[in-house]
C-alpha cells in the first residue's frame, strides 16, 4: 500500500485537496497522512473515492464534509462542522468536536471519541453519528433520518423538531427538544446500536441506551394547539 | 466575525516573551478580522499612588507627528504634575502621579480628538484600523512584555471601521474586554447606564457590554457575580475575553454561537478563537486543548 504525506506546514491545503480530488481519485496512492493541520479550515473536504486519509493533530472547521467513500481520521479535535453533508464512508475524531458535527450528513459515519459541541447531527439526513462523549444542546435538531449514539449526556433541548431520526442515549439528558420522546428499546434498537459502537471501535453496553424519537405531533398543523408543543 | 485572543504566562520568565509569543496568534486571526486590531496587556503595577493612560493621536490634526513632549510640558505648566512620557508615532503611555481624572478632564478640554485608550495602574492598550500584522508592527507588539493580555481583531459589523471603535473596549480603571459576536440589546444597557451618569464615547454594541460589567464592579460585585449578572442582562451573540490586573476571563453566550479555544500548559493559557492562532505556541502539541462551554465562567488567575 502506498502512503504519502503532506506536511502542511510546508505544503498548502490547496495542493493537498487538489491531490486527493485528482491524483488520489485515480488510485495512484491508497493512504495519505496530513501532519502539522494546525486547525487549517477544509482538510480533506469533498473526497470523493475510496482512499484512507489520517490527520494528525488538530483540524480547522468543515474537515471531511461532503465526504463521499474515504475513510478519514482525525488523532486531534476538530473544529465546527466537521463532516457535514457527508454522503458515504467515515469520519473519525480521536479528540472533540466543536459545534454543527455531522450537520445534515446524508450517510457514512461520523465518530468522535470525546465531546461534540451544540447542535451534534442538526438537520441529519441519513447518515450515522457515534459519539463517545456528550454532546451540546440543540444536538439532532429537526433531524429527519439516520441514527445518533451519545455514550455521554446530552444538552439542553435534543431532538427539537426531530422527524424519523432516532438518537440513543446512554447518560442523562438536560430537556428533550419539542416533540421528542423516549420510548422503550426493543431487541432492534440494541442491535443497531451494538452494530454502530462495533463500528466505532467504543466499548458499551449496547443495553444502557435510552430510545428517543418522535412524537409526530409537530408533523401535521393543529389549529388548537395555541402554539404550545 | 471577529477574532479574539488572549495569552496569559505562569512562568515567570515567559513574561519578557508575552509580545512575541501573542503576535503570530493576532495575525492568525486575520481571516476573522482583517479590518482593525488592537490589544490590552497587564503589567507589573505602579505605586498605589500614580496612574497611566495609553493615549492615541491618529484622530487628532497631527495625527503620528503628534507633540507627545509638548503635551507633558503642558500638563507640566498647567497641573504641576510631571507626566512620564512614553511615545511611539500615534500612541504614547502618560504616568503620573495625580487623579487621572484631573488629567483626563484637562487632555479633553485641550485636545478633544485626542483618545484616552485606557486608565490604570496595570494596563497599557493599543488599537488602531488597519490587518493585525500592520497594527502589531505599527506599535511594536512583539518587544510587548507584561503577564497578560487580551486581543482583538475586528471585522466589523455592528459600528463603523475607526480606531475608537476597535476593540479593547475599556471602562474605570484597569479592565478590558474584547468580543466576538453581536448585541441585540446594546441600547437598552445604555439606556439604563446613562442616567446613572456612565458616559459612552462610541456607539458600538462592546462598548455596552464593557460598561456594564465594570459597573458591576465598581459596585462592587466580585468578578464571577458581575458575569453571571452580564448573563441575566446582556442579550446576543458573544465571546468575551476580559483583562483585569491579575485575572483573564472568559464567556460564551448560551448558544455558543461565536467560537473559543483554549491551550493550557505548565507555562501558559493560551485562548484564541481558533486553534490555528495557537499551532505555533511552544508544547502546544501536548497541551491540554479545550472548547469553553456556554454559560460558563473561565478565569485564570496571573
Not at chain 1, 487549517?40 to 461532503?66: Q, R, S, W
Amino acid at each position: 500500500m502506498e502512503r504519502l504525506t503532506f506536511d502542511l506546514a510546508t505544503t498548502s491545503l490547496r495542493e493537498l485537496n487538489t491531490f486527493l480530488h485528482t491524483d488520489a481519485r485515480e488510485g495512484k496512492v491508497e493512504a495519505v497522512t496530513v501532519v502539522n493541520p494546525d486547525g487549517a479550515h477544509n482538510i480533506a473536504v469533498g473526497l470523493d473515492c475510496p482512499i484512507t486519509v489520517e490527520v494528525v493533530g488538530h483540524a480547522g472547521y468543515y474537515a471531511g464534509g461532503m465526504n463521499k467513500s474515504a475513510t478519514i481520521t482525525i488523532t486531534g479535535s476538530a473544529g465546527t462542522g466537521v463532516g457535514e453533508n457527508m454522503m458515504s464512508g467515515k469520519v473519525h475524531v480521536k479528540g472533540f468536536a466543536s459545534n454543527g458535527a455531522g450537520a445534515s450528513a446524508h450517510g457514512g459515519l461520523l465518530v468522535i471519541e470525546g465531546d461534540a459541541g451544540l447542535r451534534c447531527g442538526i438537520s441529519l439526513k441519513g447518515g450515522n453519528i457515534v459519539v463517545g462523549g456528550s454532546v451540546g444542546s440543540f444536538s439532532a435538531f429537526m433531524a429527519q433520518a439516520g441514527t445518533m449514539v451519545i455514550c455521554g449526556d446530552a444538552g439542553d433541548a435534543l431532538g427539537d423538531s426531530l422527524y424519523e431520526a432516532v438518537l440513543y442515549v446512554k447518560g442523562s439528558v438536560k430537556s428533550l427538544g419539542a416533540d421528542a420522546q423516549f420510548e422503550p428499546m426493543t431487541d432492534a434498537d440494541i442491535a443497531t446500536v451494538a452494530g454502530l459502537l462495533d463500528k466505532a471501535g467504543l466499548d458499551h453496553d449496547p443495553k444502557a441506551f435510552k430510545r428517543i424519537a418522535s412524537q409526530r405531533s409537530l408533523y401535521h398543523w393543529n389549529a388548537d394547539a395555541n402554539q404550545e408543543y | 466575525m471577529c477574532g479574539i485572543v488572549g495569552l496569559l504566562v505562569k512562568t515567570p520568565a515567559l513574561r519578557e516573551r508575552l509580545g512575541e509569543l501573542m503576535v503570530p496568534m493576532l495575525i492568525g486571526m486575520t481571516e476573522r478580522g482583517p479590518d482593525s486590531a488592537g490589544l490590552a496587556v497587564f503589567g507589573q503595577p505602579l505605586p498605589e499612588s500614580e496612574r497611566k493612560i495609553s493615549l492615541y493621536s491618529g484622530l487628532t490634526e497631527d495625527g503620528a507627528d503628534f507633540n507627545w513632549l509638548g503635551l507633558g510640558h503642558e500638563l507640566k505648566a498647567h497641573l504641576g504634575v510631571s507626566a512620564q512620557v512614553e511615545a511611539k508615532g500615534n500612541h504614547a503611555v502618560l504616568s503620573f502621579s495625580l487623579a487621572p481624572e484631573v488629567v483626563k478632564r484637562w487632555v479633553k478640554e485641550h485636545y478633544p480628538r485626542l483618545h484616552i485608550l485606557s486608565t490604570g495602574r496595570s494596563i497599557d492598550l493599543y488599537k488602531d484600523i488597519g490587518t493585525p500584522a500592520e497594527v502589531a508592527a505599527r506599535y511594536g507588539f512583539a518587544g510587548l512584555k507584561g503577564s497578560h493580555l487580551v486581543g482583538h481583531t475586528r471585522m466589523a459589523t455592528e459600528s463603523a471601521v475607526t480606531p475608537d471603535r476597535a476593540h479593547p473596549f475599556t471602562a474605570g480603571e484597569d479592565f478590558c474586554l474584547v468580543h466576538n459576536g453581536s448585541l441585540s440589546n446594546p441600547n437598552g444597557i445604555r439606556r439604563m447606564l446613562e442616567p446613572r451618569g456612565i458616559r459612552f464615547e462610541t456607539d458600538n454594541d462592546t462598548e455596552a457590554a464593557c460598561r456594564f460589567l465594570e459597573w458591576r464592579l465598581r459596585e462592587g460585585d466580585d468578578l464571577e457575580v458581575a458575569l453571571q449578572k452580564g448573563f441575566e442582562e446582556l442579550d446576543g451573540f458573544y465571546t468575551f475575553l476580559m483583562g483585569t490586573p491579575d485575572k483573564l476571563a472568559l464567556i460564551r453566550d448560551p448558544f455558543a454561537c461565536k467560537p473559543a479555544v483554549v491551550a493550557e500548559t505548565d507555562d501558559y493559557v493560551a485562548i484564541a478563537s481558533e486553534f490555528r492562532s495557537l499551532a505555533h505556541l511552544p508544547g502546544v502539541k501536548h497541551a491540554h486543548v479545550f472548547e469553553p462551554a456556554p454559560e460558563e465562567m473561565y478565569v485564570w488567575n496571573a
